[in-house]
């Protein structure tokens, strides 16, 4: 069974930083794309970043970019999301999500990063 | 970016009866290698989401077959043929021909 546990959301002040991660089990890690995307209180969902199998291919959503680093761990099954200069924008359910084809398809059930003095 | 409009935002419906959610695409979603990225997500209240149908119509596993998705080009239904209590929640469609992947704003299902 394909599973993705997000962890390392809290609450953080403005300016602040975070890392998030994402521990993956149920299939094999390396073989696929890994993307995070988020979700504002009572809001849609928007993409925020996404990487390739190696790393050698990452992508950010504008407002994130310079600011978010997508990353991630074969040997560890883990994907991460070092998230720095925190606005009070960016508070939100952060989701990790894996890439087949041109889409996610499973998610995981999400960490909640709340930015607020 | 592409932009994807759905409608209606809120749908109540009658359980047992047909629902269905149209959503549009400021461009086309055929890519160039000759398939629509244009996939249809379910969230239940309190989950993340489940993807329900990828590629405009083809179902992902364990998704029951009361749920359907059509179009082309830019535009795209989700029917429901007879709604159930399970259903309720946010449906939202999702192209991938371009990037960054964008959502539509997402549908309010309730009974």
């Known amino acids: 069974e394909v599973q993705l546990v997000e962890s390392g959301g809290g609450l953080v002040q403005p300016g602040g930083s975070l890392r998030l991660s994402c521990a993956a089990s149920?299939?094999?890690?390396?073989?696929?794309?890994m993307i995070w995307a988020r979700q504002a209180p009572g809001k849609g969902l928007e993409w925020v970043a996404n990487?390739?199998?190696?790393?050698?291919?990452?992508y950010y959503v504008k407002s994130v970019k310079g600011r978010f680093t997508i990353s991630r761990d074969n040997t560890k099954n883990s994907l991460y999301l070092q998230m720095n200069s925190l606005r009070a924008d960016d508070t939100a359910v952060y989701y990790c999500a894996r890439g087949v084809g041109r889409t996610p398809d499973y998610w995981g059930q999400g960490t909640l990063v709340t930015v607020s003095p | 970016d592409v932009v994807m409009t759905q409608s209606p935002l809120s749908l109540p419906v009658t359980l047992g009866q047909p629902a269905s959610i149209s959503c549009r695409s400021s461009?086309?979603?055929?890519?160039?290698?000759?398939?629509?990225?244009l996939n249809w997500f379910q969230q239940r209240p309190g989950q993340s989401p489940r993807r329900l149908i990828y590629?405009?119509?083809n179902w992902d596993s364990g998704v029951p077959d009361r749920f359907s998705g059509s179009g082309s080009g830019t535009d795209f239904t989700l029917k429901i043929s007879r709604v159930e209590a399970e259903d309720v929640g946010v449906y939202y469609c999702?192209?991938?021909?371009?990037?960054?992947?964008?959502f539509g704003q997402g549908t309010k299902v309730e009974i």
């Open positions: 999702m192209q991938g021909t371009y990037w960054p992947p964008t």
């Open positions: 149920g299939f094999i890690f390396s073989n696929y794309w």
């Open positions: 590629k405009v119509s």
């Open positions: 461009q086309s979603l055929v890519h160039s290698d000759g398939n629509t990225y």
């Open positions: 990487m390739d199998i190696d790393g050698s291919d990452k």
